[in-house]
């Protein structure tokens, strides 16, 4: 396919509400909420998962209706994460928006089929493992180019097809929930309740700490809708697409997790091969279970790296379209395709599956890593919308809708520095040495118009990336930092 001019062609179809609003499910419904009984189990009892949630709803509830009100104070940022961060602060931090944006979408996509991978080491455990043996990196690796040219041949006909899978793939998980109810014991999830942990606040905030990567990765993707918001067939139909998919996804996730407390002890649940929602299913209702959820997996997850592929490819182009990333990136094929931007995408996800070889936990240690890749473009845009509600700069000029849109903001910005500290020094680091690099794009972006790279705010910034990548890659090469 040849690429032609930058200009996307004039008629391009428009996404409905429900197309919007299955983007942003089809987005945040993937390989997190299969692993959740097994993850939740490893770091809390039922008390602290339950607070777990409650924290995290809340945190991704304020910045659902962050990119609402954003969705509608701004309707000219077409682009989501990566504008706001543009247009609150720089240039440079929105570039590092996009990029980390773009980067969180292809190591999750690293995931998916490390998940798909182990899906099938339950029958072939000598074959593809839990996800880490060659022949599991070779398989996914021609599913990630079996995409690429799928998605090459139009970004509507890809969209029609997540929107299809992602009413297919609920099944699985709400046939879980239902048999989960009705299995559930109630000795179990008592015993389970504490979790074997001491009763203190300082144990229960350790436990929590311990699932906020987690939330966030089965969250990721809330921003969906606003990222194709060009598409949108009514802008004032991205904040509600976002909203509604969030609420529904929350409710699934957090039913998937409390009740497995319910069905085995919560050593057991930790003991589960992933994905770990197969093994609990199993444990209820015998081997069909496990193909069962194991169908689901598979449908679930292909369906999600679908719309996160369409949605990363899309930040680069526009960052490119905005001058902010190199030109090559703003090419488009004659179905609008950001072609050179999907080769790269495809590229970084081969390299991330490969690396995968060397991990002593593949699926965890990918799954955080993609967490942690996801909060710069997050608090960035929490950030941005507090700023507008501080300064008042919103269509609507009663105080009351200010201030409650300022607090929403603030609060969400609060949540997004919690999950900074939550994640910790290493990720912190191990996003720097993936950040830092990336600067090179930046670079080539500015060559271009013939300015100068960096302005002394932004070398700043660019000090503190290089510094956190020398400590990481220093980290790793000591043995401080593991993989």
């Known amino acids: 396919m040849t690429a032609v001019d930058t200009k996307a062609p ?10 919007l609003t299955a983007m942003v499910v089809g987005s945040m419904v993937g390989a997190g909420v299969f692993s959740l009984p097994r993850n939740f189990a490893l770091a809390t009892g039922g008390f602290g998962a339950l607070i777990a949630w409650v924290i995290a709803g809340s945190g991704m509830l304020m910045l659902a209706f962050v990119f609402q009100t954003l969705a509608v104070r701004k309707p000219e940022l077409d682009a989501g994460v990566y504008a706001y961060a543009k247009a609150g602060f720089g240039e440079y931090l929105g570039f590092f928006s996009a990029f980390g944006y773009w980067a969180s979408a292809c190591i999750g996509n690293v995931t998916y089929w490390v998940l798909v991978t182990s899906t099938l080491g339950r029958l072939w455990p000598g074959v593809f493992g839990e996800g880490d043996t060659v022949a599991a990196v070779l398989l996914g690796s021609a599913g990630v180019w079996i995409f690429h040219f799928m998605i090459a041949r139009g ?18 998980i709400l046939t879980f ?22 009763k203190t606040a300082g144990a229960l905030f350790g436990q929590v700490r311990a699932t906020m990567l987690i939330t966030v990765f089965v969250f990721l993707g809330i921003e969906g809708a606003s990222v194709y918001s060009r598409y949108a067939k009514k802008r004032s139909d991205v904040g509600k697409a976002t909203v509604l998919g969030f609420l529904g996804v929350l409710a699934l996730f957090a039913s998937v997790t409390i009740f497995s407390y319910g069905i085995l002890p919560r050593a057991a649940l930790g003991k589960l091969r992933q994905p770990s929602m197969a093994g609990a299913m199993e444990s209820v209702v015998g081997y069909w279970g496990t193909a069962f959820i194991s169908v689901g997996v598979i449908v679930s997850v292909l369906g999600a790296y679908l719309a996160w592929t369409l949605m990363s490819a899309e930040v680069l182009y526009v960052a490119a379209k905005d001058r902010d990333m190199p ?9 609008n395709v950001p072609l050179p931007a999907l080769i790269m995408t495809s590229i970084l996800i081969q390299v991330a599956l490969v690396i995968t070889l060397f991990s002593a936990d593949a699926f965890t240690f990918t799954l955080k890593l993609c967490s942690a890749l996801s909060l710069i473009p997050y608090l960035l845009a929490a950030a941005y919308a507090l700023k507008l509600g501080v300064r008042g700069e919103t269509y609507d000029t009663a105080p009351q809708n200010r201030g409650r849109e300022a607090l929403v903001a603030g609060l969400a910005t609060f949540y997004t520095v919690f999950l900074v500290f939550a994640a910790g020094l290493d990720f912190t680091l191990l996003s720097f040495i993936i950040y830092a690099p990336g600067t090179v794009l930046f670079v080539m972006s500015r060559r271009e118009q013939n300015r100068r790279a960096f302005s002394r705010p932004e070398l700043i910034i660019l000090v503190i990336a290089v510094a956190g990548a020398v400590a990481g890659i220093v980290s790793l090469a000591t043995g401080a930092i593991s993989i």
Do not use: C, D, M
């Open 327 to 335: 030109s090559f990136l703003a090419r488009t094929t004659g179905k």
């Open 177 to 198: 929930v239902v048999v989960a109810i009705f299995a559930l014991k109630a000795h179990v999830f008592s015993a389970n309740f504490w979790g074997g942990e001491p």
């Open 155 to 172: 970004v509507q006909e890809a969209a029609a097809i997540n929107k299809i899978v992602t009413y297919a793939k609920i099944v699985p």
């Open 10 to 19: 004039a008629e391009v179809r428009k996404f409905s509400l429900t197309t």
